[in-house]
């Protein structure tokens, strides 16, 4: 880490501190140049895989982009703040255990219709009709009976 005041490359770490909340480290550091004492703060970063879209394109994974789904998929009335949270979290959790550095948007869409299939169907058929562009009225009851039918196994 760089002196931020005559720009020497090292330092020397007197203090190493772990914030309340776990996330980040501070490290207290001094110059081994002209013994300037600084901070620096290290924090935790979890690497997400990159999205491969339905183009082909490849794009950085956005967290803001599945809260918006899901948000436009649930109930105005059952959905809080804290459900989105919850079943983003979980979502989230999905995609890391996937340990590739690349995932199809179509996974990340079968990600998401699996977290809200149990508990809340009514999203689940919203996305999924958004999700896999539901042509007609048949397709979408074919698609519900294919839920009725797992539900039975
Ligand atoms: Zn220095």
Redesign the pocket.
């Known amino acids: 880490m760089r002196?931020p005041?005559?720009g020497?490359f090292d330092s020397k770490v007197t203090d190493t501190r772990l914030s309340m909340d776990g996330v980040n480290i501070k490290r207290r550091r001094t110059?081994l140049?002209?013994g300037?004492k600084f901070a620096t703060v290290e924090r935790v970063v979890v690497e997400f895989p990159y999205v491969i879209k339905r183009s082909g394109e490849i794009v950085e994974f956005n967290e803001n982009k599945i809260k918006k789904s899901l948000t436009r998929a649930m109930d105005k009335e059952q959905c809080s703040e804290e459900i989105i949270e919850k079943i983003t979290a979980k979502i989230l959790s999905r995609v890391l255990e996937t340990k590739s550095d690349k995932i199809s948007s179509q996974e990340i869409g079968a990600i998401i219709l699996n977290e809200l299939k149990s508990q809340y169907p009514v999203a689940y058929m919203r996305f999924a009709s958004v999700y896999k562009n539901f042509k007609s009225a048949n397709e979408f009851a074919s698609e519900c009976k294919l839920i009725d039918g797992e539900k039975n196994h």
């Open positions: 002196c005041k005559c020497f110059c140049s002209c300037y």
